[in-house]
Each structure stands twice: as structure tokens, then as C-alpha cells.
């Protein structure tokens, strides 16, 4: 059983920049593709960026590109998500997600690929 924790959400302001955290335990983490998604206030969660196995790839919504960065460190069973320019529109609990079944090269991006979540952390931004 795999357990995903968040970390590194918070209030900042508009151009602002947060580091998250998410911190894997009890599986081999180096065999998960791993994503982050958000959910937004009264809204859908939805996809945000992912990072393959080995890292040697990754893939983010329109809304992230150039703003964002995902990258991990399977040594320490973790990823992160850069979140840099940050809007408003960002408002929302962040989610990691890891998919076991994914092959070496792939990101998921979908929801339904993925099988483990963690609790999720808020981030606030004010205009």
C-alpha cells in the first residue's frame, strides 16, 4: 500500500512562487509514474503535470506550461511541483497522484490512470 503525502501549500500573493511536496512511502516509488492535479473552489479537479518513472519525461496542462515544474528524486520517494508566476486562477488543493502500471517512458493525465492519491494541500492565491 502506497501513501502519498502533500506538502508546501499556503497563502501567497499573485507572482508569488510555492514549492510542493509529495512524499511517497510503503511501495517502490521508482516504478510509479507520478501527476499532480488541483481542484479548484466548486470546480472539477484536473490535471496539472506528470512525470514518468525514471523522470526522463514530463507533461503539463496548457494552463501550467512555463509556470510550473515537475521533476522527482526516486532516491528520496519524492516529487515536486515549482509553481512560479502564480494567478489567482491557481486557487486550489493540489493533489499527487502515483499510477503503478503506467510503462518506463509514460505520463499519465487522466484521473482514472491513477491509482494511488495523497490528501491534497491548499494554495491560495490573492490578486
Known amino acids: 500500500q502506497v501513501q502519498l503525502v502533500e506538502s508546501g501549500g499556503g497563502l501567497v500573493q499573485a507572482g508569488g512562487s510555492l514549492l510542493l511536496s509529495c512524499a511517497a512511502s510503503?511501495?517502490?516509488?521508482?516504478?510509479?509514474?507520478v501527476g499532480w492535479f488541483r481542484q479548484p473552489p466548486g470546480k472539477e479537479r484536473e490535471f496539472v503535470a506528470a512525470?514518468?518513472?525514471?523522470?526522463?519525461?514530463?507533461d503539463y496542462a496548457d494552463s501550467a506550461k512555463d509556470r510550473f515544474t515537475i521533476s522527482r528524486e526516486n532516491g528520496k520517494s519524492t516529487v515536486t511541483l515549482r509553481l512560479n508566476s502564480l494567478k489567482p486562477e491557481d486557487t486550489a488543493v493540489y493533489y499527487c497522484?502515483?499510477?503503478?502500471?503506467?510503462?518506463?517512458?509514460?505520463?499519465?493525465?487522466?484521473?482514472?490512470?491513477?491509482?494511488?492519491w495523497g490528501r491534497g494541500t491548499q494554495v491560495t492565491v490573492s490578486s
Open positions: 497522484a502515483a499510477d503503478p502500471r503506467s510503462a518506463t517512458w509514460v505520463t499519465p493525465s487522466r484521473i482514472q490512470e491513477y491509482f494511488y
Open positions: 510503503g511501495g517502490a516509488f521508482s516504478f510509479y509514474a
Open positions: 512525470i514518468s518513472r525514471s523522470g526522463g519525461n514530463t
